[in-house]
């Protein structure tokens, strides 16, 4: 399907391809932006209500399934099938931040007081890698109303049970008596692995608190993330996990983390205020509704089939399903780190005078066309600028020309933090 505006850039309902062309062949129409393709009419064109159009929602903590349907009936015919990839990193470069920040605060004004007692958070402060998921999942339902005649909205309104998921039998008082009832950390790690280093199994030693998955690689302090070590094998297992270092019997110890539910338990709410601000009825559903209507249409498990089975709104069958997927990626605006460093945290090289070269910025959807050499042809892709006028050219995130001259690319489309791509189902 192609998205269409008319003169004043108001959403139209979408059209078949082949009509698109035609309008562009005989001039009724113009492309106004390339990723998701749009076209934007010159004259007036009847056309027609086709339905009722829905957006449907199923958020996660690393992906969010999108879907788009058109009631008519008891049946629905499916528009847009997309998947939001979050940015996961928000967590690390913030601590990255705040370490280079105390590392300069250290050296450079030792003399003044701290001030890690005068700060208040709002009421529903959420942390920047939450909020982030919220925001984007809006940002999203945004662009698609802006080409979409939308007139609803279905998000699945779910919370996980983290107790449940661990142990699917628990019931009653056993929700307070968790791993920890009548042991202090310490003692209960004793206890679970015999007084005795769980890599060399040395005793009569002084014994350390270790991560199973570092702290550094995401692990948690959770106490099933955490075991007993001497200090050489502790020093000698470094950065690396349980299984990495040779222990895969310590490694499974390890329970699977649980910090995907909780990003979910935390927004869902926010996402639902937030929603509000489009004016469009909104409609909720649960997981345990999605999973059956999935299974009834037979789709298999993917994130945007999850979103296509969100709500009681789900029709009874499927008139048409589209054959390829829109993969969106957060990529934010780039960073305002100036230079990068090399290992030692010393800078390496020196800061561009500008953020775009000779007309390009990073993340500009460009199409080259080189003449000659090892990359010579029709490149499409977002591009990866340099100072000297050399950029590299990236598909579905891999680099697929490098060292290609600003003298060879056009810009299809500015960068607005988004990575736009599509996979075939």
């Known amino acids: 399907m192609v998205f269409v505006l008319n003169q004043n850039k108001a959403p139209l309902p979408p059209c078949h391809p082949a009509q698109a062309r035609k309008w562009i062949s005989s001039g009724k129409a113009t492309i106004h932006r390339q990723v998701p393709f749009t076209i934007r009419l010159k004259k007036r064109v009847e056309s027609r209500n086709n339905g009722f159009y829905r957006i449907k929602l199923d958020p996660g903590a690393k992906t969010t399934g999108v879907a788009v349907t058109v009631e008519t009936g008891n049946t629905a015919k499916v528009v847009f099938l997309g998947e939001l990839q979050h940015k996961t990193d928000i967590k690390s470069k913030l601590d990255t931040r705040r370490a280079l920040r105390r590392g300069r605060r250290n050296r450079k004004t030792r003399y003044r007081q701290s001030r890690f007692l005068n700060r208040k958070r709002k009421e529903g402060w959420l942390p920047p890698s939450l909020e982030a998921r919220v925001n984007q999942t809006f940002q999203m339902v945004r662009k698609l109303t802006y080409i979409i005649p939308l007139q609803a909205i279905s998000m699945e309104l779910v919370r996980f049970d983290t107790q449940a998921l661990q142990n699917p039998e ?29 890599y060399c199994g040395v005793k009569n030693v002084p014994l350390e608190v270790e991560h199973i998955i570092p702290k550094s690689r995401g692990g948690s302090n959770r106490i099933s993330n955490l075991a007993l070590s001497c200090h050489e094998c502790n020093q000698e297992k470094g950065n690396r996990t349980a299984e990495e270092y040779g222990h895969p019997e310590v490694q499974a110890l390890a329970k699977k983390p649980l910090k995907d539910a909780a990003a979910v338990n935390s927004t869902r709410w926010r996402l639902f205020e937030r929603l509000k601000e489009f004016g469009l009825p909104i409609e909720c559903g649960t997981g345990a509704r999605t ?42 605006r780039g960073c305002r780190q100036m230079v990068n460093n090399d290992k030692y ?33 029709m490149w499409n892709g977002r591009v990866a600028v340099r100072a ?38």
């Open 345 to 377: 945290g010393f800078p390496r090289g020196k800061a561009k005078s500008a953020k775009q070269v000779f007309g390009f910025q990073t993340g500009d959807l460009v199409r080259a066309k080189v003449p000659k050499g090892k990359y010579a042809g």
């Open 291 to 332: 999973k059956m209507q999935r299974i009834q249409h037979g789709l298999p498990k993917e994130h945007y089939y999850d979103a296509l089975c969100v709500g009681e709104s789900t029709q009874e069958s499927f008139s048409k399903m589209p054959t390829v997927v829109h993969v969106w990626s957060a990529k934010g």
């Open 388 to 425: 000297r006028g050399s950029f590299d050219i990236f598909q579905d995130g891999k680099r697929v020309a490098q060292g290609v001259s600003h003298r060879y690319c056009r810009v299809i489309q500015r960068a607005d933090g988004w990575q736009y791509e599509q996979k075939k189902i």
């Open 170 to 198: 628990i019931s009653g008082v056993e929700y307070q008596q968790g791993e920890l009832m009548g042991y202090e950390v310490r003692e209960y790690l004793l206890e679970k692995f015999h007084r005795a280093c769980v």
